[in-house]
Protein backbone atom coordinates (compact mmCIF):
# COMPACT_ATOMS: atom_id res chain seq x y z
CA UNK A 1 0.00 0.00 0.00
CA UNK A 2 1.77 2.82 -1.06
CA UNK A 3 1.27 6.06 0.95
CA UNK A 4 2.25 10.41 0.39
CA UNK A 5 5.40 9.04 2.65
CA UNK A 6 6.86 6.02 0.21
CA UNK A 7 8.93 6.84 -2.61
CA UNK A 8 8.12 7.12 -6.67
CA UNK A 9 9.68 3.68 -7.93
CA UNK A 10 11.09 3.96 -11.17
CA UNK A 11 12.70 1.13 -13.50
CA UNK A 12 16.02 2.15 -15.04
CA UNK A 13 17.63 -0.32 -17.72
CA UNK A 14 21.42 0.26 -17.91
CA UNK A 15 24.51 0.73 -15.43
CA UNK A 16 23.86 2.17 -12.34
CA UNK A 17 27.69 3.76 -12.32
CA UNK A 18 25.88 6.50 -15.35
CA UNK A 19 23.39 7.55 -12.99
CA UNK A 20 23.05 10.70 -11.03
CA UNK A 21 21.36 10.50 -7.96
CA UNK A 22 22.33 10.88 -4.30
CA UNK A 23 23.21 7.52 -3.33
CA UNK A 24 23.98 4.94 -5.45
CA UNK A 25 23.86 1.42 -3.87
CA UNK A 26 26.80 -0.98 -4.24
CA UNK A 27 26.21 -4.92 -3.95
CA UNK A 28 29.22 -5.46 -1.76
CA UNK A 29 30.99 -8.12 0.27
CA UNK A 30 31.93 -8.54 3.90
CA UNK A 31 35.38 -7.79 2.73
CA UNK A 32 34.30 -3.70 1.50
CA UNK A 33 37.57 -3.85 -0.28
CA UNK A 34 36.00 -5.04 -4.01
CA UNK A 35 34.71 -7.60 -6.16
CA UNK A 36 33.36 -8.32 -9.42
CA UNK A 37 29.88 -7.50 -10.56
CA UNK A 38 28.09 -3.79 -9.42
CA UNK A 39 30.99 -3.13 -7.18
CA UNK A 40 33.78 -3.79 -9.18
CA UNK A 41 32.10 -1.43 -11.74
CA UNK A 42 31.39 1.45 -8.78
CA UNK A 43 35.19 1.22 -7.72
CA UNK A 44 36.54 1.32 -11.32
CA UNK A 45 34.44 3.91 -12.03
CA UNK A 46 34.49 6.17 -9.04
CA UNK A 47 38.22 5.78 -8.29
CA UNK A 48 40.11 5.22 -5.73
CA UNK A 49 38.97 7.57 -3.12
CA UNK A 50 36.18 4.85 -2.10
CA UNK A 51 38.28 1.86 -1.74
CA UNK A 52 40.24 4.38 0.55
CA UNK A 53 37.06 5.39 2.65
CA UNK A 54 36.28 1.21 2.62
CA UNK A 55 39.59 0.57 3.74
CA UNK A 56 39.03 3.23 6.85
CA UNK A 57 35.68 1.91 7.76
CA UNK A 58 37.11 -1.73 8.29
CA UNK A 59 40.18 0.37 10.34
CA UNK A 60 37.85 1.52 12.56
CA UNK A 61 33.95 0.11 12.71
CA UNK A 62 34.41 -2.91 10.84
CA UNK A 63 37.23 -5.44 11.61
CA UNK A 64 35.38 -8.26 10.84
CA UNK A 65 33.93 -7.21 7.67
CA UNK A 66 30.45 -5.45 7.14
CA UNK A 67 27.64 -8.70 8.10
CA UNK A 68 25.46 -9.58 5.73
CA UNK A 69 22.02 -6.94 5.43
CA UNK A 70 23.85 -3.96 6.92
CA UNK A 71 24.58 -1.03 5.05
CA UNK A 72 27.40 1.89 5.18
CA UNK A 73 28.14 5.05 3.25
CA UNK A 74 31.21 6.45 2.06
CA UNK A 75 32.11 9.02 -0.66
CA UNK A 76 31.23 8.27 -4.45
CA UNK A 77 34.66 9.83 -5.53
CA UNK A 78 34.35 10.49 -9.33
CA UNK A 79 30.68 9.29 -9.74
CA UNK A 80 27.68 11.44 -10.26
CA UNK A 81 26.61 10.52 -6.68
CA UNK A 82 26.88 12.41 -3.27
CA UNK A 83 27.28 8.91 -1.13
CA UNK A 84 28.17 5.01 -2.17
CA UNK A 85 25.93 3.00 0.21
CA UNK A 86 27.70 -0.53 0.57
CA UNK A 87 25.21 -3.37 1.67
CA UNK A 88 26.24 -6.79 1.62
CA UNK A 89 23.65 -9.41 0.17
CA UNK A 90 23.23 -13.00 1.16
CA UNK A 91 24.68 -15.64 -1.29
CA UNK A 92 21.17 -17.58 -2.46
CA UNK A 93 20.94 -20.96 -0.40
CA UNK A 94 17.81 -23.71 -1.98
CA UNK A 95 18.48 -24.87 1.75
CA UNK A 96 18.29 -22.20 3.81
CA UNK A 97 15.17 -19.21 3.64
CA UNK A 98 17.80 -16.23 3.16
CA UNK A 99 14.68 -13.54 2.16
CA UNK A 100 15.18 -11.65 5.29
CA UNK A 101 18.81 -10.70 5.22
CA UNK A 102 17.97 -9.69 1.22
CA UNK A 103 14.88 -7.10 2.67
CA UNK A 104 17.74 -6.23 5.37
CA UNK A 105 19.52 -4.96 2.23
CA UNK A 106 17.11 -2.63 0.72
CA UNK A 107 15.55 -1.81 4.13
CA UNK A 108 18.89 -0.41 5.69
CA UNK A 109 20.17 1.77 2.91
CA UNK A 110 17.00 3.26 2.01
CA UNK A 111 17.11 3.91 6.51
CA UNK A 112 20.75 4.97 5.87
CA UNK A 113 20.45 7.21 2.81
CA UNK A 114 17.03 8.90 4.52
CA UNK A 115 19.67 9.47 7.71
CA UNK A 116 22.13 11.44 5.01
CA UNK A 117 19.39 13.70 3.29
CA UNK A 118 19.19 11.54 -0.20
CA UNK A 119 16.46 12.38 -2.13
CA UNK A 120 17.04 9.87 -4.51
CA UNK A 121 18.86 6.49 -4.38
CA UNK A 122 19.66 4.03 -6.86
CA UNK A 123 19.49 0.33 -6.32
CA UNK A 124 20.73 -2.52 -8.35
CA UNK A 125 19.37 -5.96 -8.14
CA UNK A 126 21.32 -7.55 -4.75
CA UNK A 127 22.35 -10.54 -4.86
CA UNK A 128 21.07 -11.57 -8.19
CA UNK A 129 24.63 -11.80 -9.90
CA UNK A 130 26.89 -12.99 -8.36
CA UNK A 131 25.41 -14.18 -5.53
CA UNK A 132 22.89 -16.82 -7.35
CA UNK A 133 19.70 -15.45 -6.34
CA UNK A 134 16.85 -16.02 -8.42
CA UNK A 135 15.77 -12.95 -10.28
CA UNK A 136 12.26 -13.09 -9.98
CA UNK A 137 12.48 -13.71 -6.17
CA UNK A 138 14.69 -10.90 -5.58
CA UNK A 139 12.76 -8.51 -7.67
CA UNK A 140 10.03 -9.37 -5.55
CA UNK A 141 11.69 -9.33 -2.28
CA UNK A 142 13.23 -5.90 -3.35
CA UNK A 143 10.10 -3.88 -4.76
CA UNK A 144 8.10 -5.27 -1.47
CA UNK A 145 10.49 -3.94 0.68
CA UNK A 146 10.87 -0.91 -0.63
CA UNK A 147 7.17 0.21 -1.06
CA UNK A 148 6.87 -0.58 2.58
CA UNK A 149 9.41 1.66 4.03
CA UNK A 150 8.55 5.40 4.87
CA UNK A 151 11.70 7.02 3.55
CA UNK A 152 11.40 10.76 3.77
CA UNK A 153 13.27 12.54 2.28
CA UNK A 154 13.88 10.08 -0.20
CA UNK A 155 11.67 10.93 -3.11
CA UNK A 156 12.60 8.53 -5.49
CA UNK A 157 13.75 4.83 -5.60
CA UNK A 158 15.05 4.03 -8.91
CA UNK A 159 16.36 0.43 -9.50
CA UNK A 160 18.52 0.14 -12.30
CA UNK A 161 18.60 -3.03 -14.31
CA UNK A 162 21.56 -4.43 -16.08
CA UNK A 163 19.73 -6.49 -18.40
CA UNK A 164 16.48 -7.27 -20.32
CA UNK A 165 15.70 -10.12 -18.08
CA UNK A 166 16.13 -8.47 -14.80
CA UNK A 167 13.99 -5.57 -16.50
CA UNK A 168 10.99 -7.89 -17.56
CA UNK A 169 11.23 -9.52 -13.67
CA UNK A 170 10.67 -5.56 -11.79
CA UNK A 171 8.71 -4.79 -14.08
CA UNK A 172 6.13 -7.61 -13.48
CA UNK A 173 6.00 -7.07 -9.74
CA UNK A 174 5.91 -3.68 -9.99
CA UNK A 175 3.02 -3.96 -12.60
CA UNK A 176 1.21 -6.58 -9.51
CA UNK A 177 1.36 -4.36 -6.84
CA UNK A 178 0.08 -1.20 -9.21
N1 LIG B 1 24.94 -1.79 -13.16
C1 LIG B 1 23.76 -2.35 -12.78
N2 LIG B 1 23.62 -3.67 -12.55
C2 LIG B 1 24.71 -4.45 -12.69
C3 LIG B 1 25.98 -3.94 -13.07
C4 LIG B 1 26.06 -2.54 -13.32
N3 LIG B 1 27.21 -1.97 -13.68
N4 LIG B 1 26.88 -4.97 -13.13
C5 LIG B 1 26.19 -6.09 -12.79
N5 LIG B 1 24.89 -5.78 -12.55
P1 LIG B 1 26.50 -8.68 -8.65
P2 LIG B 1 25.74 -9.88 -6.08
C6 LIG B 1 23.78 -6.65 -12.11
O1 LIG B 1 27.21 -9.91 -9.06
O2 LIG B 1 24.99 -10.95 -6.77
C7 LIG B 1 30.86 -8.86 -6.17
O3 LIG B 1 32.05 -9.53 -6.46
C8 LIG B 1 23.96 -8.12 -12.29
O4 LIG B 1 23.56 -8.51 -13.59
O5 LIG B 1 27.16 -7.36 -8.92
O6 LIG B 1 25.09 -9.17 -4.92
C9 LIG B 1 30.81 -8.38 -4.74
O7 LIG B 1 32.06 -7.94 -4.29
C10 LIG B 1 23.02 -8.67 -11.21
O8 LIG B 1 21.68 -8.73 -11.67
O9 LIG B 1 26.18 -8.67 -7.06
C11 LIG B 1 30.34 -9.59 -4.01
O10 LIG B 1 31.42 -10.48 -3.77
C12 LIG B 1 23.08 -7.61 -10.11
O11 LIG B 1 23.64 -6.46 -10.70
C13 LIG B 1 29.38 -10.24 -4.97
O12 LIG B 1 29.79 -9.80 -6.27
C14 LIG B 1 23.92 -8.01 -8.90
O13 LIG B 1 25.07 -8.72 -9.35
C15 LIG B 1 27.97 -9.76 -4.77
O14 LIG B 1 27.11 -10.50 -5.62
Redesign the pocket.
Known amino acids: MSTSATPAVHLVR ?4 DQSVDVIVN ?3 SSLL ?8 IHRRGGPEILAACRDLRASRYGKGLPTGQAVATTAGRLDARWIVHTV ?1 PVFSSAQDRSALLASCYRQSLRLAAGLGAKSIAF ?10 P ?1 DDGARIAVRTVLAERAQPVQEVRF ?4 AH ?1 YVEFEEVLALRG
Open positions: GDITAANGGGGVDGAGPAISTGIYGWMVLFDA
